[in-house]
């Protein structure tokens, strides 16, 4: 029994028999009984599927479903239920009725029906005649004509029915066939063809009708490299549901390249995801009806003779909701942004579901359908490769110089390219220091290249001449930040009336002249250098050039005394995070000479401050620069401040003299100022230095001098450093419970600031005494959380120093080798900020941890590189515990006369409570003596010295576990808990007699 016919958006499908009317006039008898079982199939399966026999003619059929996935089935089952009627012996016979196999799978049997679906809502009214329901109209006609575009065997969809159907086609094989002109329609038709998976084999024939001729999907240049991330996503959001997707970004980043990569992909998964393709350039279009011809050329809608912009509009949207499953590719859209809504926009509103828009463009299209995607410049590893791909053999083997090449091009493709472009006459090194004159720098040579791609200056030009006047000067006056904040700009641009900054950053970000880059509490901007370049070259053809750069001094050498500066170069007060995002720009007010000696002088200080945390190198010339200025100034605290960054800086480089006499200095012009806290800080600093030296005396003197103007300041912060300094003279003397009651005293002071770069230095403080008196949880635990501190304030000279410190406590619990990974990072890292005491200490620790290991050649290898630096440091304290270590070295390779020479060295340069750690490490001498006379077969003298050796280590074991006195105020702190536990397993290896 049929259903009730189905009306309002219905799916009809025509089916024919190919070959029919030879196969009459062949065998009228056998085709009478092959129609029948070709009906009766066909009518029993409508009955099961649910669909409504429409009319017959012949052996054509025009059926109605109300769902188009019961109309596939159907179709599909009658394809496969053909096979296998029992035809006439007579027809098989016939070749347009013959078996067909291949590779074993039966293919074609008996009569070869097409078959076309398409879906739509057609006009209807019962025949007057026959009763029954009947369907005409243009879907009508459409339908028909799908059906007859389809070979025998072979299942067609149009692009609206494919859109209706779920993409999940369980158990069916669809392909996409193209765009073709159909018999009587104006507008082409998307085909798709549909066989069951076990009929997959069939092949047929172009569809009968004339494919569309489309304008060339563009060929790009070079491959879309470093982009796969990129293309997953945007593959995920056309498919999932976004109908307009708008790659963003500045001139020469790729988009255009990107999404032909896109669209590539798309056609050669076609089999699996049908989609229909539509590229359109519009470079050439400046209004909505230009946009609307090239779309239209580009789909193939047939143009429009109407000379009113509406029905060139209306016309494209027509087609596009007849469309369905198509992707319409707009390139370089952005200097028709303006008319978005009135063409994309309005197509939204009536395309087909299945209708997507991928636009390229650097300005966004400001849709509610919207979806803005953000293409970034290329990462490093893959800028480079482009880069060494296009340049050739001429980049291989000078990887810093490309870095330095891509990072000044900041990733972006087309002036790497363009760069590469280069490589054939100048080298590496010329084409980055060209890089200066990039614009002519920048230029192809070929002659097919577009004009806006043909020179990084034309990318440029193209997006600024779509700016308007204020935006223009906005964007020229921000070339004179190296990134800023909505605050800063708001202080340092100059804008017409009535004009809100944010206003006209907000388009420059929109229009992708200016990035905006998310910050911890406030979103920061910048310009891309090619793009800064560009724009300070047009600040400097207008008058306002100079002024701008005067305010932009100003503004951030007042910030560098409000925000950057604080009690001590280290002090976690200052901003760190803000002093490292402004380096550049206080750097520029630093060398801006029309500001007074004062406000420059200040910017230095503050350099200096990010200097001495994060980029040590640079300190020197930094201080330098800033005592100048500070002489120039006049200012007694400033030369004072300036004076005393000079000495810390010369004490790190170990020229203690020139330290201490800078010192003296800053002293002198401390008082002067009056100020209590400059002349505590000063003679803090000249303490540092003479303890170095191995003075103690002088620096307690100091010290003592230092404590009344420090308490004077009120600040707990400078007292507290103060008490730090006396500890660490005491922690030198071996006066451990006066240490650890003044470091614990340091912390009490502070203990309001638990996260503070201070509480940092109190606990590595204490960190040390604890481990003198052998609390080692409490000193591991104390320098761990000094480590976590430190590394947070991203302060790699006490972080160096924590991690090394905390490798010693695991040593003393024989866990040497725990941090050995990380002592060897902190290594690299030392020597990437050329500090030479860091380098030293951590070879110092490595090596020591070699000792504890038993591996005493590769220690004295250590050791011997880390003399070499300790001794360019000036650190004589540091430079004698790597003369005990050797000496150790030495002495486990059985070498007692270096390892009597090293100790001497050490004793020099120890001081007197020092000396109670050579009282353990000089049983190594025996231990040496031992092993050089067992090599040497005088077995009597070698267990002699092992006597000896195991004296020492027997008295030194009294003294760590309270059972003897000590010769001072304790044993001698780390280096008898590490030095005892490897003289003893030392002695109990050696082959000796009378163990």
Not at 62 to 90: I, K, N, R, S
Not at 195 to 216: I, T, V, W
Not at 607 to 626: D, Q, W
Not at 944 to 960: C, D, I, K
Request: charged fraction near 25%.
């Amino acid at each position: 029994m049929n259903p009730l016919a189905p009306t309002g958006c219905i799916t009809l499908v025509f089916t024919d028999v190919e070959g029919s009317t030879s196969l009459w006039e062949a065998d009228t008898d056998s085709m009478r009984s092959a129609i029948a079982l070709h009906n009766e199939l066909f009518r029993a399966r409508l009955v099961s599927h649910g669909g409504y026999e429409v009319k017959t003619e012949g052996d054509a059929f025009m059926v109605a479903f109300a769902a188009p996935a019961a109309a596939l089935a159907w179709c599909l089952d009658c394809q496969l239920e053909l096979l296998h009627l029992p035809w006439p012996d007579e027809l098989l016979r016939r070749a347009e009725a013959a078996v067909v196999r291949q590779h074993a799978r039966l293919l074609f049997r008996g009569l070869r029906v097409r078959m076309g679906l398409h879906l739509g809502t057609p006009d209807c009214e019962p025949d007057p005649t026959t009763g029954r329901m009947d369907y005409f109209g243009p879907m009508v006609n459409r339908a028909a004509r799908v059906g007859g575009s389809a070979h025998g065997g072979q299942i067609l969809l149009s692009g609206a029915a494919h859109a209706a159907l779920s993409a999940d086609f369980g158990g069916v094989k669809v392909k996409s066939l193209g765009t073709y002109n159909l018999k009587g329609l104006s507008t082409p038709e998307q085909l798709l063809e549909v066989l069951p998976e076990s009929l997959a084999d069939r092949s047929f024939p172009p569809p009968k009708g004339q494919a569309l001729r489309r304008p060339p999907m563009p060929v790009p240049a070079s491959s879309c490299l470093g982009r796969e991330r990129e293309l997953s996503e945007l593959a995920g959001a056309l498919g999932g549901g976004c109908r307009l997707v708008t790659v963003l970004g500045p001139g020469g980043i790729g988009k255009t390249r990107l999404v032909v990569e896109m669209t590539r992909r798309l056609a050669s998964n076609a089999d699996r995801e049908p989609v229909d393709v539509a590229f359109c350039d519009l470079t050439r279009a400046t209004g909505a009806r230009d946009v609307a011809e090239l779309v239209a050329r580009s789909v193939g809608c047939p143009q429009s003779p109407s000379p009113r912009d509406d029905a060139v509009l209306d016309a494209v949207g027509a087609h596009l909701a007849e469309a369905g499953a198509i992707l319409v590719v707009l390139d370089n859209f952005e200097q028709v942004a303006s008319h978005a809504a009135a063409t994309v926009g309005r197509w939204l509103q009536v395309a087909s579901s299945q209708a997507r828009f991928l636009v390229t463009s650097r300005e966004p299209l400001a849709l509610v359908e919207e979806l803005e995607y953000r293409l970034e410049p290329l990462a490093m590893e893959d800028a480079v490769t482009l880069f060494i791909q296009r340049a050739g053999g001429t980049a291989v083997g000078k990887p810093q110089v490309v870095e330095e090449i891509v990072r000044r091009l900041d990733g972006i493709p087309l002036a790497l390219e363009l760069a590469a472009g280069r490589a054939g006459v100048l080298s590496l090194e010329q084409i980055r220091d060209q890089l200066s004159r990039r614009f002519r720098l920048l230029a192809s040579r070929k002659r097919d290249v577009p004009v806006r791609q043909a020179t990084l200056r034309g990318a440029i030009d193209w997006s600024w001449n779509l700016l308007s006047e204020s935006e223009r000067s906005v964007l020229s006056q921000l070339s004179v930040f190296c990134g800023f904040t909505l605050e800063a700009a708001e202080k340092v641009i100059r804008l017409p009336a009535d004009t809100w900054a944010l206003d006209v950053l907000q388009s420059l970000v929109d229009r992708s002249m200016v990035v905006a880059e998310p910050g911890a509490g406030e979103m920061r901007f910048r310009l891309l250098e090619s793009i800064r370049d560009y724009a300070r070259e047009r600040l400097g053809e207008s008058d306002e050039a100079a002024a701008a750069r005067v305010r932009h001094a100003a503004y951030f050498a007042n910030r560098a005394s409000t925000h950057f500066t604080g009690a001590f170069l280290d002090d976690d007060r200052i901003d760190r995070d803000g002093l490292e995002a402004e380096r550049d720009n206080l750097a520029a007010a630093l060398d801006c000479e029309e500001l007074p000696p004062e406000q420059r002088c200040r910017a230095a200080i503050a350099l200096c401050g990010h200097a001495y945390v994060r980029r040590p190198p640079e300190l020197g010339a930094l201080a330098a620069r800033a005592v100048g200025l500070a002489r120039k100034s006049g200012s007694p605290a400033l030369q004072a401040q300036t004076l005393d960054h000079m000495g810390i800086c010369r004490w790190l480089e170990g020229d203690h003299e020139a330290a201490l006499a800078a010192l003296q200095e800053s002293l002198a012009f401390a008082r002067q100022a009056g100020e209590p806290r400059l002349i505590a800080l000063t003679l803090k600093d000249m303490s540092n230095v003479q303890v170095v030296v191995g003075r103690e005396a002088e620096g307690e003197a100091l010290l003592l001098e230092a404590m009344a103007p420090a308490r004077a300041t009120g600040d707990p912060s400078i007292e507290a450093r103060i008490l730090g300094n006396f500890g660490q003279i005491r922690n030198r003397q071996c006066r451990y419970s006066e240490c650890l009651e003044l470091f614990t005293r340091e912390k009490e002071l502070i203990d309001d600031r638990p996260d503070s770069f201070e509480m940092a230095f109190a606990l590595s403080n204490l960190g040390g005494a604890l481990m003198g008196v052998y609390r080692l949880d409490e000193a591991r635990e104390a320098y761990a959380r000094a480590l976590s501190i430190y590394t947070r304030h991203g302060h790699f000279r006490f972080e160096s120093m924590s991690r090394c410190n905390l490798a010693y406590v695991h040593m003393m619990r024989g866990e040497g080798s725990l941090l050995l990974d990380e002592l060897r990072a902190n290594l690299v890292a030392a020597r990437r900020f050329a500090l030479k005491w860091a380098i030293g200490h951590s070879l110092i620790t490595l090596g020591s941890i070699r000792l504890e290991s038993g591996e005493a050649s590769e220690a004295l290898e250590l050791l011997g590189e880390a003399m070499i630096a300790t001794r360019d440091s000036g650190d004589r304290n540091m430079l004698a515990f790597a003369f005990v270590y050797r000496a150790v070295a030495h002495a486990l390779l059985a070498r007692p006369d270096q390892a009597i020479a090293d100790l001497a060295q050490a004793r020099a340069m120890l001081g007197e409570g020092q000396l109670a750690f050579l009282l353990t490490l000089e049983g190594f001498v025996p231990l040496a003596e031992g092993l050089a006379a067992q090599r040497a077969g005088r077995p009597a003298e070698a267990a002699a010295h092992l006597s000896a050796a195991r004296a020492v280590a027997e008295r030194a074991r009294g003294w760590r576990d309270g059972s003897l006195p000590p010769p001072v105020d304790h044993p001698g702190g780390r280096f008898v808990g590490v030095a005892l536990p490897l003289l003893e397993r030392s002695v109990l290896a050696s082959d000796l007699p009378g163990r």
